[in-house]
């Protein structure tokens, strides 16, 4: 069992940045890939970006490609998302979620941190 804890979200103005953190307890993040998602008000969580186990590989949303990144520091047990040329469209509750690394069924989630970006 894995707990998460996301961190770093906040309000910050169109254009800016946010670096979202999330810590891990209970086991070792090199048991898992781990992705982060979002969710806004009133719509369905969506996906934004993973990476696997070793942090070798990445995948993100067309939506955030180029402005978000994706890293891990396993000795720390962190993951962390780092976010860059923020737009409004990007306000949302952000989640980390650990995936199991062979199948990438997301298992063990935190309880989010928000993420508001004004105009």
Not at 56 to 84: E, W
Request: some cysteine.
């Amino acid at each position: 069992q894995v707990q998460l804890v996301e961190s770093g979200g906040g309000l910050v103005q169109a254009g800016g940045s946010l670096r979202l953190s999330c810590a891990a307890s209970g086991r070792t993040l090199t048991s898992y890939n781990m992705g982060w998602f979002r969710q806004a008000l009133g719509k369905e969580r969506e996906f934004v970006a993973r990476i696997t186990w070793t942090g070798d590989t990445t995948f993100y949303a067309d939506s955030v490609k180029g402005r978000f990144t994706i890293s891990r520091d396993n000795a720390k047990n962190t993951v962390y998302l780092q976010m860059n040329s923020l737009k409004t469209e990007d306000t949302a509750v952000y989640y980390c979620a650990a995936a199991q690394r062979t199948t990438w069924n997301y298992v063990h989630w935190g309880q989010g941190t928000p993420v508001t970006v004004s105009s």
